[in-house]
Structures are given as structure tokens and as C-alpha cells.
């Protein structure tokens, strides 16, 4: 079971998927991710009838064709052998869909949107959604704050349905005034994707969790969820940065206990999390975050408890909610893809439970 080693692995992480973001130059894609040798045929095959017999009986947990998974934990191997490898390897673990983390190929050369898309559909893959930064500082940067039409007209290129940041809405700072002011820019970014028929979604690391500066009392998520319109911002929880956030962040600064479990915050409005990042993590009270993070299957989170929850306690939910599969940094990223769809595919639970 590998551990990371980086001393800050949310910031690395943080730093790193900004580089992928948006319609990235190859060269800079090229900078960012190192070469990594491909898989080989053996090591690949069809993942569902090994799932099923690891499973046992009863049904499966996943839903049937809502397995994705998000493409930063594969950027080694986009930038190596392009999509189309990548695409053709992650049908045969039995993927349905795919989060992209940039449109570019880096070192394995251009690519047209059109072509993207068409890569995709013809490897039996649905585009779900993808990641571009809130803001810059540069006007001419791809971002929602900077260049909102673009970034909606390259995700109606590609036909997605949603479209989101992994950026917290930390533009003005970290108090509630601070956070209104972002939440009102999520509304106007939610207003403009719905008019093209998309979900504008904030994807969280475990900042978002915090207490306000200003107000030790209040929790910079609950103003989030309060000050955006649930019809215009959705979530894409990443379940195991919320955890973190569960470990550090169940008290004030003052001491005064303020648990949390993030899977209530979804069973309270499950309309707004379509989307979810499923990764995992052993459990580590001497770090930062109380958690390494792991491949998934091979930590500590119970995803056949949360995945029935969710999908049991929402409305239709085997059919609203998306599951994609991430690692930050994987020792072998298609091994990690492989055995994290094998995990999720043989997750069973009976009717009556």
C-alpha cells in the first residue's frame, strides 16, 4: 500500500491540477507531468465478471453505468500515449465515464476539441464534466472569472453537462463577507452554464471545511451552501478531502466541539452533489489531514456504506449522482484505475439492508 511522502499533499495537489486546468499549452502540460511506462495487455481485461465473483451476492452498490474517473490521476499517462490509449484501457476496467483535467494531450501531441469529444464517444465513454479555474489575475487567463464565454463554449463543444472548479472560494479571502462575495460569482457562473443546459459544481478539499476569521463560530461550507442558489451551484464532494476536513476541523480555535459527518451534508441536499470524487485513504492521526491517501479499496473509507446511503436516500438516486475515481498521485496510475474499478464493481449489499 503506498503512502504519499509530500509534506503538504493538499497544496502539491492544489498547485499541480492549476497547471492541467483549461485549455493548457503542451509544452505547459509537458512541464508538469513525468513519463511513465504503459501498461501491458496482461495487465488489463474485462473488470466486471472479476467484480462480481470477489462480490458475492446481492446487488451491486455501484450503479450501473456511473463509474467515471477523474483524469489528473491518469495526466502521466495522457501526456505519454494521448487519450485514445488511455480511453481504450480505462473501458476495458469497466469505466462508463470520464472528468477531464484539461483538453490538451501534452507531450503526446495536439488535439481538437472535436476530436476529444469524438475519442471519447467512440470509446464507449460519457464526458461528465470537467475542471477549469475560478480566477486569475491575468486577464487572459482560462478561467470563469476571466473568460466565462470560453470556457462555456469549449464545454458545449465537448457536450458536457457539467462544468466546475476545483478552486475554493477563497478570491477575497476567508471570512463570511469574503464568501458571500465568491458565492454571488458561483451564481452568475451557475446562471450562465444552466442557460446552455450544464450544472455549474464547486469541487472542495478540506479548507472549505474551516471557520470563518472573522466568525469562529461559522463554517465557511454551511456559507457557501447558503449563499449560492441551489438551482444554479451544485458540489462535487471529494469524499476523502472531506474527511479530512472532518479530522481537522471538528472543533473552533476556541476548543468548542464542532463534529460533522460529510455524509450528512449530502443526504440533506443530495440534489445538489451529482457529482463525487471517490478517493480513498488509510487513516493517520499524525498528519495533517488524519489521513494517507491510498488507492481505492485500500484505505479506510466505508464507500459501501456511503454509496447506499446516497443512492438509497436520494431521490432516484442509482440514476442522478456520478462516481469518479481519483488518486492525487498513484504509484502506477492505470494499476490505480484497474483495481479501483474492480473495488467499486464488487461492493455488494443485500435487498433488504
Not at 503542451?26 to 508538469?32: K, N, Q, S
Not at 472479476?50 to 458475492?56: D, E, I, L, P
Not at 476496467?93 to 484539461?102: I, K, L, N, P, T
Request: neutral net charge.
Amino acid at each position: 500500500m503506498r503512502r504519499m511522502s509530500q509534506p503538504d499533499p493538499e497544496l502539491t495537489h492544489r498547485l499541480t491540477r492549476r497547471g492541467m486546468l483549461g485549455v493548457a499549452a503542451g509544452a505547459t502540460a509537458a512541464a508538469l507531468l513525468g513519463a511513465a511506462a504503459p501498461a501491458t495487455a496482461a495487465t488489463s481485461g474485462a473488470t466486471t465478471g472479476s467484480a462480481t465473483a470477489a462480490g458475492g451476492r446481492g446487488r451491486p452498490v455501484l450503479p450501473p453505468g456511473r463509474l467515471g474517473i477523474q483524469l489528473y490521476s491518469l495526466r502521466d499517462k495522457v501526456s505519454t500515449l494521448g487519450f485514445a490509449a488511455v480511453f481504450a484501457e480505462l473501458k476495458k476496467y469497466g469505466y462508463d465515464e470520464v472528468e477531464y483535467a484539461g483538453y490538451t494531450q501534452g507531450s503526446a501531441g495536439a488535439i481538437t476539441l472535436a476530436q476529444l469529444k469524438q475519442l471519447t464517444r467512440d470509446h464507449g465513454l460519457n464526458a461528465i464534466g470537467s475542471h477549469v479555474g475560478y480566477y486569475s489575475n491575468d486577464p487572459n487567463a482560462y478561467t470563469f472569472a476571466t473568460n466565462l464565454t470560453k470556457v462555456l463554449d469549449d464545454a458545449e463543444a465537448l457536450g458536457l453537462k457539467h462544468i466546475g472548479t476545483a478552486s475554493g472560494p477563497f478570491r477575497y479571502g476567508d471570512t463570511v463577507d469574503a464568501w458571500k462575495r465568491a458565492a454571488e460569482e458561483f451564481n452568475t457562473y451557475g446562471a450562465a452554464a444552466r442557460k446552455r443546459g450544464m450544472k455549474f459544481y464547486q469541487h472542495n478539499h478540506s479548507e472549505e471545511f474551516m471557520f470563518a476569521s472573522d466568525k469562529p463560530s461559522v463554517r465557511l461550507y454551511d456559507v457557501l451552501l447558503a449563499e449560492t442558489d441551489p438551482d444554479l451551484v451544485f458540489l462535487e464532494m471529494d469524499i476523502f478531502w472531506a474527511y479530512a476536513g472532518q479530522f481537522r476541523f471538528s472543533q473552533q480555535v476556541d476548543g468548542t466541539p464542532r463534529p460533522f459527518d460529510p455524509l450528512r451534508y449530502v443526504l440533506k441536499q443530495p440534489h445538489r452533489y451529482p457529482l463525487f470524487h471517490v478517493k480513498d485513504g488509510t487513516k493517520d492521526p499524525t498528519s495533517t489531514y488524519g489521513y494517507r491517501m491510498t488507492d481505492v479499496g485500500d484505505g479506510d473509507i466505508d464507500y459501501k456504506r456511503f454509496l447506499s446511503e446516497v443512492t438509497r436516500r436520494s431521490h432516484n438516486g442509482r440514476r442522478y449522482h456520478h462516481w469518479q475515481a481519483e488518486h492525487d498521485n498513484p504509484a502506477e496510475s492505470f494499476a490505480f484505475a484497474r483495481k479501483s474499478s474492480e473495488h467499486l464493481h464488487s461492493l455488494r449489499e443485500r435487498c433488504g439492508d
